[in-house]
Nanobody
Framework: QVQLVESGGGLVQPGGSLRLSCAAS????????MGWYRQAPGKERELVAV???????YAADSVKGRFTISRDNAKNTLTLQMGSLKPEDTAVYYC????????????????WGQGTRVTVSS
């Protein structure tokens, strides 16, 4: 069975940094497009960033220049390095995977993790 497990969430001050990780199992990791989505209280789930099996990336305008998505195929892990954090970044962050980049891009991918909570507050 496919399993995606996020970790690294927590409380951080505005302007600070945090690194989120997603450990994948039960799939041929190097053949999948991966992504990060987030959902703030009372709001719809939104795209944060996507990375293809070949390493091409796309990031939402709200996080460009502050967040970096990356993958380590040898370790079956996906990472989101977050910097210059703002209170508006407070949300539950979800890892997602699919063989098709297009499905990850529109939030219709086959597999999702349970999420990890990020709170940005002083």
């Amino acid at each position: 069975q496919v399993q995606l497990v996020e970790s690294g969430g927590g409380l951080v001050q505005p302007g600070g940094s945090l690194r989120l990780s997603c450990a994948a199992s039960g799939l041929t990791f190097g053949s999948y497009a991966m992504g990060w989505y987030r959902q703030a209280p009372g709001k719809e789930r939104e795209l944060v960033a996507v990375i293809s099996s070949g390493g091409s990336t796309y990031a939402a305008d709200s996080v460009k220049g502050r967040f970096t998505i990356s993958r380590d195929n040898a370790k079956n892990t996906l990472t989101l390095q977050m910097g210059s954090l703002k209170p508006e970044d407070t949300a539950v962050y979800y890892c997602t995977a699919d063989r098709l980049w297009s499905k990850v891009r529109v939030g219709k991918s086959d597999y999702w993790g349970q999420g990890t909570r990020v709170t940005v507050s002083s």
